[in-house]
């Protein structure tokens, strides 16, 4: 990202969309989140008319399939079985971030063509086993489609903020039983002796970044794994993103206890990462669910997007939400996913439909 212009790359993203900002990928790289190191070699595509920059596409060389919520291990298991060899891929994503928005940036649709068309060529001409695709917003599905590249669906669950005032107001949409479950979870935490302040990205000091490093890690450490990213990475981020972090924290009286990392763009809040080092009872669902519907409500922004996984989420009025990813592949391996994936959009389908029936809402207004 260093080699790319940074107003030039904002300029052709457009949007707010956090994520992709060149701020964001440039702080991956200068903290050694992605290198070859960890496995994600940068090799962004760029496109420049008469010297001005018409089309890019983050893109990273892959030697694993770790840090990317869209799981293709048994497919590399099959390829290889099959005498294959599966790494490196070409992967256009965010890392670590299963996070819908903008993969493809150009100023029209011949310039995105014309990348669809070079990492297409790339796969077929350099022997690499494929070249994924995940998270996009669906300007450029048509075109992808065209391409020969096979569409993955996948499912999350995200909070539609329908002009709340308050918490409250959210309850009131609710059924009696759920209204009740949410209060109880609620009053649990406080009965604990737990108390929030969220905090802007500006108002937050080293002191404090070091203590929500601390539990940040914790959450991976505990799984007997490192985590993605440093806390390089999250000074970083702090000193040239501040307006877009939102980071609310858990007090025991004056100590904190937990933490919650949030990212705002546009009209959405992306609730990303949190950590804590003792156990508190629905310390995690208040500190990273409802903080974050709170946050919401109080700076007026439509859409929560928590996460990947966690059915937990539909009781507490998360909506499903359908997700793409897109996969173009070797000959033989590609038929083989095209069929798996036919069968598996079908499932997605019907688990979408099941997934609407365990919102805790009153009507089927609230759903979408």
Not at 190 to 207: C, H, K, L, N
Request: net charge negative.
């Amino acid at each position: 990202m260093a080699d790319v212009d940074a107003g030039e790359w904002n300029a052709l993203l457009g949007s707010r969309y956090p994520f992709l900002r060149h701020e964001f990928l440039h702080a991956l790289e200068v903290s050694g989140a992605v290198s070859e190191q960890t496995g994600w070699i940068p090799a962004h595509l760029v496109a420049r008319f008469e010297g001005q920059l018409v089309a890019a596409m983050p893109l990273y060389e892959k030697h694993h399939s770790r840090g990317e919520y869209v799981f293709d291990y048994q497919w590399a298991d099959a390829w290889e079985r099959a005498g294959g060899r599966y790494y490196p891929k070409l992967l256009s994503a965010v890392p670590f971030s299963p996070v819908t928005g903008p993969r493809i940036l150009a100023s029209d649709a011949a310039c995105a063509q014309q990348l669809i068309e070079v990492v297409t060529a790339s796969v077929l001409q350099h022997g690499l086993s494929g070249a994924h695709l995940l998270f996009p917003q669906s300007t450029f599905d048509q075109q992808l489609e065209e391409s020969g590249w096979l569409l993955r669906l996948g499912c999350q669950y995200h909070w539609h903020n329908r002009g709340y005032h308050r918490f409250e107001d959210f309850l009131a949409v609710c059924t009696s039983r759920k209204r009740k479950n949410f209060r109880k979870e609620r009053a649990q935490v406080t009965a604990q002796g737990i108390s929030f302040r969220a905090f802007r990205g500006e108002e937050v000091d080293e002191r404090l970044w070091r203590q929500f490093f601390t539990f940040y890690a914790a959450t991976y450490l505990k799984r007997g794994q490192r985590p993605y990213l440093s806390l390089a990475f999250f000074l970083q981020l702090a000193e040239h993103m501040a307006e877009s972090i939102r980071l609310v924290v858990a007090y025991a009286g004056e100590q904190e206890v937990a933490a919650a990392f949030f990212l705002t763009g546009g009209n959405t809040l992306y609730g990303r990462y949190w950590g804590c080092l003792d156990e508190y009872d629905k310390l995690h669902f208040e500190t990273c669910f409802y903080q974050g519907i709170d946050l919401c409500i109080a700076e007026g922004l439509a859409h929560f997007d928590a996460g990947a996984q966690g059915e937990h989420k539909l009781i507490r009025g998360f909506e499903p939400q359908l997700t793409s990813s897109w996969h173009l592949l070797q000959p033989g391996l590609h038929e083989a996913v095209e069929e798996f994936l036919l069968q598996e959009r079908a499932a997605i389908h019907r688990y979408y439909a099941d997934a609407l029936s365990y919102l805790p809402y009153r009507n089927e207004d609230c759903s979408e």
